[in-house]
C-alpha cells in the first residue's frame, strides 16, 4: 500500500457507460445532461462509442454529438471504439482520444465485439499506429478484469498479457475494469500489483460497477495502491449490455463525497453533481441508485 494520493482525477462516463444500456434518448436532451455533467467541472468525459448501431442503439448518433462537443472547451472528451474502422470514425469525427476494450475473458470478448480476448488484443498495435498517426491518443482499457458473467473468474495472467502488449504498443493509458461489480478491494490490490511492474509511467485508470456494493470499497482500494485515475457516471448510471446482471457504475457523486471527506483533491462540485444526477435521472425516465441522491451531503443537506 502507498501514501494516499493528494489528487484523484476523476472521468465521467455518463454520455457512453451510463445511457449505452437505456433506451435511446435525443440528442437535445443528451446536450442538456452534458451540459449538467460539464458545469461539475470534471475535466475528462467519456462522450459516446462509434461502434454498431444496431448492438447498442442508445448511441447511434455519436458522430452527431462529437460535432456538438466543442461548445464545452477545457473538457478532454473521449470515445470508445471496439475495432480499428471504429478509431477512424473517431478520427473523422475530429475527437482526440479514443479508448479500446479488450475483455480479459473469451466470453464477455465473443458477447461484445465477436471475437476471442486473443484476437482483440490483436488488433492493439493497429489501433494504436492509426491513432497516433493522426496524433490522437489511446487508452486500452482490459474489460472482465476479475470476473465474467459466462467464463467465471478471470485469470490475472489474461489481463497482464493484455497490459502487457498494450504497453509494447505504446497505449498512452491504461485502465482495469471490473464490467460485472464483482471486485472487492484484496482482488483490486492484488491485481494492480501485478500490473505495476508491467506498465512503467503509462498512467493506469480503473473502473468499477456497484452491482454487489463493493464498488466504493474497491476504487477506495485502487486509490490506496496508487491509482489516481477513476471512472464514474452521475447518479450511477449505467451496466454493460453484453454482461447480464451487471447494473450502475459508482455514482460519481458518491465518489467525490468519498475522497473529498478523505482529504483528496478533486476537480468536481458535489453540489453541481448532485444536480447533473437529477438531469440524468429525468432524462432516462427512472430512478437512479446514487446514495447522495437519496440521502444527501452530510454538509449540504
Known amino acids: 500500500?502507498?501514501?494516499?494520493?493528494?489528487?484523484?482525477?476523476?472521468?465521467d462516463v455518463s454520455m457512453r457507460?451510463?445511457?449505452q444500456i437505456e433506451e435511446p434518448i435525443p440528442l437535445s436532451a443528451k446536450l442538456e445532461l452534458l451540459a449538467a455533467i460539464a458545469a461539475t467541472g470534471v475535466r475528462e468525459m467519456e462522450a459516446t462509442a462509434f461502434v454498431s448501431p444496431s448492438k447498442v442503439p442508445a448511441l447511434a448518433d455519436a458522430a452527431e454529438l462529437a460535432a456538438e462537443l466543442h461548445h464545452f472547451?477545457?473538457?478532454?472528451?473521449?470515445?470508445?471504439?471496439?475495432?480499428p474502422n471504429g478509431a477512424k470514425r473517431v478520427i473523422a469525427a475530429g475527437m482526440r482520444s479514443i479508448e479500446f476494450v479488450v475483455s480479459a475473458a473469451d466470453g464477455h470478448s465473443r458477447a461484445n465485439v465477436g471475437r476471442s480476448s486473443a484476437e482483440a488484443a490483436m488488433q492493439i498495435p493497429e489501433i494504436v499506429a492509426i491513432a497516433h498517426d493522426s496524433d490522437v491518443t489511446v487508452e486500452v482499457i482490459v474489460a472482465t478484469a476479475w470476473d465474467c458473467p459466462f467464463?467465471?473468474?478471470?485469470?490475472?495472467?489474461?489481463?497482464?498479457?493484455?497490459?502487457?502488449?498494450?504497453t509494447d504498443a505504446s497505449a498512452d493509458r491504461l485502465a482495469i475494469a471490473d464490467t460485472i461489480g464483482t471486485a472487492t478491494p484484496r482482488r483490486v490490490s492484488d491485481l494492480i500489483a501485478g500490473v505495476r511492474p508491467l506498465i512503467g509511467d503509462t498512467p493506469l485508470g480503473a473502473h468499477f460497477h456497484n452491482t454487489r456494493g463493493a464498488g466504493?470499497?474497491?476504487a477506495w482500494a485502487a486509490v490506496?495502491?496508487?491509482v489516481?485515475?477513476?471512472?464514474a457516471s452521475v447518479g450511477g448510471l449505467g451496466g454493460c449490455p453484453f454482461a447480464p446482471g451487471a447494473s450502475g457504475n459508482i455514482a460519481m457523486e458518491d465518489l467525490v463525497y468519498l475522497l473529498r471527506d478523505s482529504d483528496i483533491h478533486v476537480d468536481v462540485d458535489l453540489e453541481a453533481t448532485v444536480a447533473a444526477a437529477r438531469v440524468a435521472q429525468t432524462a432516462v425516465g427512472h430512478g437512479l441508485p446514487s446514495s447522495l441522491l437519496r440521502a444527501g451531503d452530510r454538509i449540504l443537506g
Request: cysteine-free.
Open 1 to 11: 500500500m502507498t501514501d494516499l494520493p493528494r489528487h484523484v482525477d476523476i472521468r
Open 17 to 19: 457507460d451510463g445511457l
Open 73 to 83: 472547451p477545457g473538457i478532454e472528451f473521449s470515445a470508445l471504439v471496439a475495432s
Open 151 to 166: 467464463d467465471g473468474a478471470t485469470d490475472p495472467q489474461r489481463v497482464l498479457d493484455i497490459i502487457s502488449t498494450a
Open 216 to 218: 466504493l470499497a474497491s
Open 224 to 226: 490506496a495502491a496508487g
Open 228 to 231: 489516481t485515475r477513476l471512472d
